[in-house]
């Protein structure tokens, strides 16, 4: 492995997380490996040392670590923009006491690789500089580019809500915060969970997907954190927890609001300290692993109910992504059509070149209950009844009870509002004028007989005005 130069800048002299980051650096880095420290109001001598020629005597840091009490947004940006006047910015990775979710994304956008917070661990601290340090070989791989071709190219949608969380996605992916992706049944969140993970640096490790609520409540803690021989009746064998299977890479927790509260409070503490212990165990374990959660519910109602811890609501919410539901995103609909259509007549090998008009029109006035994922199911039942070469309306098959609501002609639109106009006006008139056709006539300066003609065409009874009048 070469050489890990490391940069620690730091807002003042004398921290006690600058001692304790040098420290850990010092004795788990590789052997041939250094550390340097310096201070933010020097980070532009450093920058001007490592962009000239090599010599004995420069240090050319391969990740650099800004360190500071507090978030300081102006102060990062100076030290990044300075930073950045190198030709080739190393990782950066802020330090600080604390970070409140709502800041993660913010300094992300800055430039800032990844963050850590007090207090700093070896098992946390080190394997992030390690990879972060791995990222930068990668990203001069051409195989960098086929790994976000395998990220992003299932992600359709040009909807801007959609677009805006899609392109958070690398900077999300670069760090190692925890994600929770929020959103109904169908709208993609597992797709988005696996995208992540294949735009990290932790690509080439397990990405494990994990449904909370198809797990029996008894057997949790067994899946994720394994046992050993013994532990219970019938542990014949070790058995390794889907945790540690996972170690380097991702770990995503579907339905997370599923999860019994016993294992929610295990879970805590694994991904405060990476630490767990597996059933019969009487020595702790330890992970590298990133975890992203998912849920499909109200998970401000789960809190209020008792259903979901709030510490582990708060671990977990480090970043949230929130996916707009298919009925949000009409725009999209004719692309995520297009896609399915090549992706299934790929599968079935059939010649089916698109859609009818009346098809398409068909998919774009549904209110898609269940989301893309319906969306994909009927498109692919079409493809496979479909005998022509285009998709036509009697391939499509949704339930008109579920939200379909055919969409009305400018004409006919036009019609019933001015009917519904015209009855709600006359009636206020009537009320108004206590039934008197003559005085309403003239409210409304309007001719006696047409009045009467529209009361008429109405079905609008002038006695009930009248009665009401007395």
Known sequence: MNAVRALLLCSESGMELCTA???????????????????LEGADAFSASWRRPSSGTDFHPNIVFLIMRRIDRAGIGAAIQCLRSNSSLPPVVLVVESCEPADVLELLRIGISDFATSPLRAVDVVP???????????KQDPASVLKERLGLKQIV??????????????????????VL????????????????????????????????????????????????PEAFTGASTRRNGLIRESDGGTLFLDEIDCLPLLAQVKLLRFLQ?????????????????????????????????????RDFYYRLNTIQLALPPLRERLEDIPLLAEHFLRKYSERFKRRITGYSDGAMLMLTRYSWPGNVRELEHVIERAVVITADQTIGEGSISLPAEAGFEPIESFREKKARMVAEFERAYIEDLLKTADGNITRAAEAARKDRRALRLLIRKHKIDVKTFKAAAK
Do not use: W
């Open 157 to 178: 949608g040009e909807c801007p809500a959609f677009v805006s969380i899609i392109h958070q996605f690398p900077m999300v992916a670069s760090c190692d915060a925890t």
């Open 21 to 39: 980051l040098h420290e850990i650096l010092q004795e788990h880095l590789p052997r041939e490996s250094s550390v340097v420290t310096g201070t």
């Open 128 to 138: 992030r500089t390690l990879r972060l340090f791995d990222q930068v070989r990668v």
């Open 273 to 309: 300290d990476r630490e767990f212990r597996p059933l019969g165990s009487a020595r702790p374990r330890y992970a590298d692993i990133r975890v992203i959660a998912a849920s499909n519910g109200d998970l401000g109602e789960a809190i209020s109910s008792g259903k979901l811890r």
């Open 181 to 228: 992706v929020t959103g109904e049944t169908g709208t993609g969140k597992e797709l988005c969970a696996r995208a992540i993970h294949y735009l990290s640096p932790r690509a080439r490790k397990p990405f494990t997907p994990v449904n909370c609520g198809a797990i029996p409540a008894e057997l949790v803690e067994n899946e994720l954190f394994g046992h050993e």
